[in-house]
Each structure stands twice: as structure tokens, then as C-alpha cells.
């Protein structure tokens, strides 16, 4: 059996010597060493000028960012090609999501986003498609043009760099995941970023009760903060980061290589490497694939199934590029332990499907 993604988290040697000092001070939550430590240690990571903020998950992270920027009662543009907790955490913090199509690079269409714009409308999230970076100045210049709040919702794509950068300092905040399906995976967890200590301070008040600096509740909160142990983790998988990056940009250079000629396939560039992304011709040709990967017990999940099609979300609107991205789109097996030999097997079913 071939997993589709197979979560690998440090050596229970390595993240444990960082817990420690929870145990020493008996600190466990709230703030303590670990998570003290990791947030300062991820803000250097980044090139932050702002202390990052650790949560307890992405989609924590995603409504804490929406509620720091003052987003109520309003509509706010997303892609319809997401995982569900983007649009969710829209409808959880009260606000009205409106389903924006895509561009062949799989990325949120600015276009079809113009023909959508409202008085009410006060604010996009440009996700990180599959683990790929978009164009951010593209955004932050429809965002300005338009006087909207922008949020990158890069939950797969910590750890990368655009244009030599770090990404984390784009638009008004940007949201990380840490869950253990991540390359960069804790368990569970996540992180917000942003240009703006004072929008990091108000998301900082949001995940511990709405408590300001003198023990008021001065504001609506809620417990979203990480705790000791995910961050310990965090801690051991910042060191071995760079050596995963390198496992897996060697495991996808292979698919590439071994994938060479077939014109039926190509591979979606998803450098996070959370997983290999590959793109089909026809929808048939990904029909036969899947079969042949059920029959070898080889895992593989079609993302995304557009949220508009999904019953809390369902709409009759019209968005073609994400529908035939939906038809077309697989994720194949990517982890740290892939052998060649799993690849070889992988890449002779979608050689089945090859041009002769």
C-alpha cells in the first residue's frame, strides 16, 4: 500500500528536549516557553518586523484574522476551489462568502472577481492553490484598487519564499496551517503573519478571551492558543525543514523526470511538496487512473471539490474553469519515506494513460 500522504513528525528525541522546559516551569499553556520560544524563532524564519502569532489551527487562524480586521455583516470574495475551512470561517464569523472562479493557473480570478464586487463587499482571501504561490502584488493591487482587506490564506506554503522572500508579509495578514499533513506538520496548528503589529495585537486579544493588556475583556474572543506540546514539535521540525524541503523536491524531480513524454499528464508546480498534484487532458484518462490506483491499493483524492457544489454552500453559479479543474485534477502520493520504486509504481499506472 501506497499512501497518499503519510504524516512524519520528528523523532519524539528531538521535540521532547524542547518540552522540557514546560515541564521545568510547569507551563503548559497560555504562552509558555515552547510556544514563546517558536514564535520568536518563526518571526526570524520570516523576516518578520512583527511577532507572528501561533493558534491553534488554521481555520482558528482564519477567523481570527477576519475578526482583527473588523469584517462583519459584509461580503468577502474567495475562490470556490478551496478546502472548506476558507469559506467557513466567512460564515463563522457572520459574513457572506461569494464564490469567485479561477484562472488556468488555478489561482483566483481577478476578472471574474470585478463582476462580482458589491457596495457590501469588503474583502478577499487569495488562497495558496494546492500549495502553490500566487502573483501577490497582482492582489494587492486589485485589494487597493478597490479598497478591500486581503488575506492569503497560504495554509500549505510555509516555508517557501516569492521573489527571494519569505511569503508571510503579503497583503494585510497572511494564515499558515501546521496540521500534520503539512510539510511543515505539528498535529495541529497555525500560525497568522502581517506587516502590522497593531492587527497582530488585536488577533492576540481575539485568541486569549478578548483579554487586552490590563486583564479587560475590552473585545469579542474566544480560546484559539496554541499549547506547549504542538509547539515543542514546531520547535524540532524548524530544524529538520530545510532537509524535508530537499526529500521532496528530489521525490517530485523524479515524478518530472519519470513523466517525461506521457502528453496526457502534466504536473501542477505545487512546490509546499504537501503533495504531487497532476493535471489530465480529459477527464476519462483521471477516471482510468483512479481505478488503477484502487486495484494497486495506491492513494490518491481529488482536491478540490468545488465548494459550490457542496450542500451547506450550493449555488447555481457558473464558474467553468473551476468545474473543469475539478474534472481534471488529481493528487498523487508525496512523503518524506517515498522510495523509487513507490514512484515507479505510481508513474506506471499514469503511463497507462500515455500517447502512443
Known sequence: MIPLIKPELPDMSKWIVYLQSSYDSCHFSNNGPCVSLLENRLGEYLGAEASPLLVANATTGLITAIKALDLTDCEILVPSFTFAATALAITNTGNTPVFVDIDDDLFFSITDAELKITKNTKALIVVHTLGAIPDNEKYERFAEKHGLKLIFDAATTFGL??????????????????????????????LLSSKSSELLDRARSIVNFGFDENSDVSGHGFNGKMSELPAAVGLAMLDELPARFIKRNKIADMYQMKLLGNKKIKIYDTPARQMTVVVFKENKERDFVIKAFAERKIGCKIYYRPLHVHTFFKSNIYLPKTDDA?????????????????IDEIVEVLNGVHDE
Open 161 to 190: 519564499s516569492y521573489q527571494s522572500n519569505k511569503i508571510g508579509m503579503a497583503g494585510d495578514v497572511e494564515v499558515f496551517s501546521f496540521h500534520a499533513t503539512k510539510t511543515f506538520g505539528v498535529g495541529e496548528g497555525g
Open 326 to 342: 475539478f474534472s481534471k485534477c488529481l493528487s498523487i502520493p508525496m512523503y518524506d519515506s517515498m522510495t523509487e520504486s513507490d
